[in-house]
């Protein structure tokens, strides 16, 4: 028998008096897949399922029961609340209705807004490309979350000819957090880098009155020591400036013309205060093949009763 939920999902971003946008959300609901149209996929016949290409789309109307989605944006003297609401449907007992799955997503960019909107438009597509985001097992759900972050990730390096250049010249520094909670039948998935909290509202019992928040994602902060750990691991560092742990920046002096050599001097520039994000492609390590700032997600799995 297929649950059917009411769901209400809040989100706040504040813009921080910056000039331009770089906070974004995204929340979008759709069918999932039938057995044969993954079938299909599998086999290159048939792309994967229609896709609302709108990174702006709301609920749609089909899915049993009810999701409310609001959202706050506090960057004006008065904030403004927006909300997108589905209604109820109540199909025939002999209708079969597709299984629907929604998804919500936060994205604080730095750097400028083009990582933010990349992400916005393109994350969900990749993550859905994963083989395995349709299973019923939990751990290979997961696998194809983090997949899809890092295949997202790489997609932005053909981009990043095309975003703006620094005032300096250089290549745009870019990135953005992501968060993303994906309700499918009767579980909720986390995948996320950065700093943008996932909080859940928890009653312990039908009767009582309050709910409980319970915190499911773990900032990436670089003092944490796993984040330091790994970071150091990579040849990269933290530096500590105006009371901030931020990862360093390693650049060659900007007076600096022609190629690296061991003899190029190189400024170390306390920089980005997340240790993990999408891209901020400046962080890339050439003699490891990976980032200082890791677009790998943690991901977690919760049952809803």
Same mark, same amino acid.
């Given at each position: 028998?297929? $649950?059917?939920?009411?769901?209400?999902?809040?989100?706040?971003?504040?813009?921080?008096?910056?000039?331009?946008?770089?906070?974004?959300?995204?929340?979008?609901?759709?069918? =999932?897949?039938?057995?044969?149209?993954?079938?299909?996929?599998?086999?290159?016949?048939?792309?994967?399922?229609?896709?609302?290409?709108?990174?702006?789309?709301?609920?749609?109307?089909?899915?049993?029961?009810?999701?409310?989605?609001?959202?706050?944006?506090?960057?004006?003297?008065?904030?403004?609340?927006?909300?997108?609401?589905?209604?109820?449907?109540?199909?025939?007992?002999?209708?079969?209705?597709?299984?629907?799955?929604?998804?919500?997503?936060?994205?604080?960019?730095?750097?400028?807004?083009?990582?933010?909107?990349?992400?916005?438009?393109?994350?969900?597509?990749?993550?859905? %490309?994963?083989?395995?985001?349709?299973?019923?097992?939990?751990?290979?759900?997961?696998?194809?979350?983090?997949?899809?972050?890092?295949?997202?990730? +790489?997609?932005?390096?053909?981009?990043?000819?095309?975003?703006?250049? *620094?005032?300096?010249?250089?290549?745009?520094?870019?990135?953005?957090?992501?968060?993303?909670? /994906?309700?499918?039948?009767?579980?909720?998935?986390?995948? +996320? $880098?950065?700093?943008?909290?996932?909080?859940?509202?928890?009653?312990?019992?039908?009767?009582? =009155?309050?709910?409980?928040?319970?915190?499911?994602?773990?900032?990436?902060?670089?003092?944490?020591?796993? =984040?330091?750990?790994?970071?150091?691991?990579?040849?990269?560092? /933290?530096?500590? %400036?105006?009371?901030?742990?931020?990862?360093?920046?390693?650049?060659?002096?900007?007076?600096?013309?022609?190629? /690296?050599?061991?003899? *190029? $001097?190189?400024?170390?520039?306390?920089?980005?205060? /997340?240790?993990?994000?999408?891209?901020?492609?400046?962080?890339?390590?050439?003699?490891?093949?990976?980032?200082?700032?890791?677009?790998?997600?943690?991901?977690?799995?919760?049952?809803?009763?």
């Amino acid at each position: 028998m297929d $649950v059917v939920f009411s769901c209400r999902a809040s989100i706040y971003y504040d813009q921080g008096g910056r000039k331009y946008m770089e906070d974004l959300v995204t929340m979008k609901q759709e069918d =999932e897949p039938s057995e044969d149209e993954l079938d299909a996929a599998e086999r290159g016949e048939i792309a994967a399922p229609a896709q609302d290409q709108n990174p702006d789309a709301s609920i749609q109307d089909s899915i049993p029961g009810s999701i409310t989605v609001t959202y706050v944006q506090d960057d004006e003297p008065s904030s403004t609340l927006q909300q997108a609401s589905m209604p109820s449907s109540h199909p025939s007992k002999n209708a079969r209705r597709p299984r629907a799955v929604a998804m919500f997503a936060v994205f604080d960019g730095h750097g400028g807004p083009d990582a933010a909107r990349f992400a916005r438009s393109h994350l969900w597509d990749h993550i859905k %490309k994963q083989r395995g985001f349709w299973s019923e097992d939990d751990e290979e759900v997961c696998a194809a979350l983090r997949k899809g972050f890092i295949s997202c990730h +790489h997609a932005m390096w053909k981009k990043l000819p095309e975003w703006p250049k *620094t005032v300096t010249g250089l290549p745009s520094t870019s990135g953005t957090t992501a968060s993303i909670v /994906v309700i499918r039948r009767d579980r909720m998935y986390v995948a +996320h $880098v950065g700093d943008s909290a996932v909080v859940l509202g928890v009653q312990d019992h039908p009767s009582d =009155e309050f709910i409980r928040a319970v915190e499911i994602t773990q900032d990436h902060k670089p003092e944490l020591p796993k =984040e330091r750990e790994r970071i150091e691991g990579l040849g990269g560092s /933290v530096i500590k %400036k105006s009371g901030v742990n931020r990862v360093v920046w390693k650049r060659p002096r900007l007076t600096h013309n022609g190629p /690296v050599r061991r003899s *190029t $001097v190189i400024d170390q520039i306390p920089f980005l205060a /997340v240790a993990r994000a999408l891209g901020d492609l400046w962080s890339y390590d050439f003699y490891s093949g990976e980032f200082v700032v890791s677009p790998e997600p943690d991901t977690a799995v919760i049952k809803l009763d």
